[in-house]
């Protein structure tokens, strides 16, 4: 069967998540929870089809899934399928998601009266263009001609040069990110403004909960990093295995290892260095994790809370703009008359 790359909604991902979850935990196997699910979800057949069928021909959920979910959500799948509990893991996963989607809904609410606001505005400016500024022009025929002049030779020349340079920097920047090993870029990520603390509370969740997940399983730290080097080599988690099996072979403590990189809570270095056993460590890293997740919902509702007044702003500079745009000619006109 041919496999379609139309992924799921991530607010119908949590709502499928978790319903598995929970018929999971009625004592259902796999493959009956899924074809029970199949029936709530008629638009996307096709997909279910397919999942449904490498489920039969044995391949794992996270496998089946591949295709139509994101990179991070198929790693928690497959980790809770190899080496932790798969009902609580997408449990988790499904409240994420569905999470998400209400704070993407919020975003939009947020913007949808300031973006009307920003289109009557751009109304209201080709207005002006087309229809008054000419009858201004009427009465002020130097102040028209030397503006021509200046829009002819140094308001071209201006443009270009802001988005030629803009443009290189920006080229630039790509450019070396896209050079940088995985966990230098997520260094970067987590010192952009504004952004960046966001980022980086995700990381805290993200390291934290798999990194508890597996060690919940009963593997030991290098047992992890061996795992963690099966997953997509662009990957977090990949990357994070392989820096940490290389610190560790260097003789490097774990301490040094979690201290030397941002997107690494260094919470980590307090709850390894208690000489708690492998099983309590799980525990409170997972209990971190949901801590860390809850604060990360927090911050990103104040930038949300903080998203409609930038824009506000934004409009009343706009606003400004058109009004200096129309008196001064006029100031310059009236004032080449008292003279």
Same mark, same amino acid.
């Given at each position: 069967?041919?496999?379609?790359?139309?992924?799921?909604?991530?607010?119908?991902?949590?709502?499928?998540?978790?319903?598995?979850?929970?018929?999971?935990?009625?004592?259902?196997?796999?493959?009956?929870?899924?074809?029970?699910?199949?029936?709530?979800?008629?638009?996307?057949?096709?997909?279910?089809?397919?999942?449904?069928?490498?489920?039969?021909?044995?391949?794992?959920?996270?496998?089946?899934?591949?295709?139509?979910?994101?990179?991070?959500?198929?790693?928690?799948?497959?980790?809770?399928?190899?080496? #932790?509990?798969?009902?609580?893991?997408?449990?988790?996963?499904?409240?994420?998601?569905?999470?998400?989607?209400?704070?993407?809904?919020?975003?939009?609410?947020?913007?949808?009266?300031?973006?009307?606001?920003?289109?009557?505005?751009?109304?209201?400016?080709?207005?002006?263009?087309?229809?008054?500024?000419?009858?201004?022009?009427?009465?002020?025929?130097?102040?028209?001609?030397?503006?021509?002049?200046?829009?002819?030779?140094?308001?071209?020349?201006?443009?270009?040069?802001?988005?030629?340079?803009?443009?290189?920097? #920006?080229?630039?920047?790509?450019?070396?990110?896209?050079?940088?090993?995985?966990?230098?870029?997520?260094?970067? $990520?987590?010192?952009?403004?504004?952004?960046?603390?966001?980022?980086?509370?995700?990381?805290?969740?993200?390291?934290?909960?798999?990194?508890?997940?597996?060690?919940?399983?009963?593997?030991?730290?290098?047992?992890?990093?061996?795992?963690?080097?099966?997953?997509?080599?662009?990957?977090?988690?990949?990357?994070?295995?392989?820096?940490?099996?290389?610190?560790?072979?260097?003789?490097?403590?774990?301490?040094?290892?979690?201290?030397?990189?941002?997107?690494?809570?260094?919470?980590?270095?307090?709850?390894? #260095?208690? #000489?708690?056993?492998?099983?309590?460590?799980?525990?409170?890293?997972?209990?971190?994790?949901?801590?860390? $997740?809850?604060?990360?919902?927090?911050?990103?509702?104040?930038?949300?809370?903080?998203?409609?007044?930038?824009?506000?702003?934004?409009?009343?500079?706009?606003?400004?703009?058109?009004?200096?745009?129309?008196?001064?000619?006029? $100031?310059?006109?009236?004032?080449?008359?008292?003279?």
């Amino acid at each position: 069967m041919k496999v379609r790359k139309n992924r799921l909604s991530e607010r119908k991902q949590a709502l499928f998540f978790q319903s598995l979850a929970d018929l999971l935990n009625a004592g259902f196997s796999l493959r009956q929870a899924f074809e029970d699910i199949m029936i709530f979800f008629p638009e996307n057949k096709d997909l279910l089809d397919y999942v449904h069928v490498e489920l039969a021909e044995g391949k794992m959920l996270s496998t089946a899934f591949k295709p139509y979910v994101r990179q991070n959500v198929f790693n928690q799948i497959y980790i809770a399928e190899k080496h #932790g509990k798969l009902s609580d893991s997408i449990k988790q996963l499904g409240k994420n998601l569905e999470q998400k989607a209400r704070q993407m809904d919020k975003l939009k609410a947020v913007l949808l009266y300031p973006i009307i606001l920003l289109i009557m505005l751009g109304g209201l400016m080709v207005a002006i263009k087309f229809w008054l500024r000419p009858e201004l022009d009427k009465f002020q025929e130097i102040q028209v001609l030397n503006t021509a002049l200046w829009q002819a030779q140094l308001y071209p020349f201006i443009v270009g040069s802001v988005l030629l340079i803009t443009g290189v920097f #920006g080229f630039k920047l790509v450019y070396r990110l896209t050079k940088q090993p995985i966990l230098s870029r997520q260094e970067w $990520y987590c010192h952009i403004p504004f952004l960046g603390a966001a980022y980086r509370q995700y990381c805290y969740y993200y390291i934290t909960f798999n990194f508890g997940l597996l060690l919940k399983s009963g593997l030991e730290i290098r047992e992890i990093c061996l795992f963690l080097e099966e997953f997509d080599e662009k990957s977090l988690l990949a990357n994070f295995g392989k820096e940490l099996k290389k610190n560790l072979l260097g003789g490097n403590e774990l301490t040094y290892f979690v201290s030397k990189y941002t997107f690494i809570p260094p919470e980590l270095n307090l709850f390894l #260095g208690k #000489g708690n056993t492998i099983d309590e460590l799980s525990s409170e890293l997972l209990l971190f994790s949901e801590l860390a $997740y809850e604060k990360l919902i927090r911050q990103i509702d104040r930038m949300i809370n903080c998203v409609q007044p930038i824009l506000f702003l934004v409009i009343a500079i706009v606003i400004i703009s058109i009004y200096l745009s129309m008196l001064m000619p006029m $100031y310059n006109n009236l004032g080449g008359i008292y003279k």
